[in-house]
């Protein structure tokens, strides 16, 4: 009988094992908003580091001015990369907010309980309701 249980015991591992290293070794999350502000004002709130503190340490690095608005993320775990995408439609902008990076094999094991979709999207929908807010 004990053979019996240790055999579906390392077939149980061997399948958890399986579902940690099938997964992909980067991750997108995106979310989206249309606010009621131009891109010029939106863009100057973009720009500024502090304002995507709630996600981590964000450094910009690259910009266009009144259309795009690229970070540095340090997550802790792992450095992503946001892309704060503003495109202007009648009297409102809609903002685009992606943030991908790679997948340690940490984050794998992590992301059996809790998806990064589920960790970073309410993230960034709180970070894109202050940014709503704000304009």
């Known amino acids: 009988m004990l053979g019996v249980g240790l055999v579906l015991l390392y077939f149980a591992l061997a399948l958890l094992a399986a579902a940690i290293i099938l997964q992909s070794d980067r991750y997108m999350v995106r979310r989206s908003i249309a606010i009621d502000a131009g891109t010029h004002k939106l863009f100057n709130l973009v720009s500024d580091p502090a304002r995507w503190s709630a996600l981590g340490a964000a450094a910009v690095i690259e910009s266009r001015p009144d259309a795009l608005v690229v970070l540095q993320l340090d997550l802790g775990r792992t450095e992503s990369v946001a892309t704060v995408g503003l495109h202007p439609e009648g009297g409102q902008t809609f903002v685009d907010c992606m943030i991908a990076g790679r997948n340690s094999y940490t984050d794998k094991v992590r992301n ?11 993230k960034i929908e709180q970070a894109l309701a202050e940014l709503a807010a704000s304009a």
């Not at 059996?112 to 309410?122: N, Y």
Request: charged letters at 25%; a positive charge; glycine letters at 10%.
């Open 112 to 122: 059996l309980l809790a998806s990064r979709e589920k960790t970073l999207g309410p």
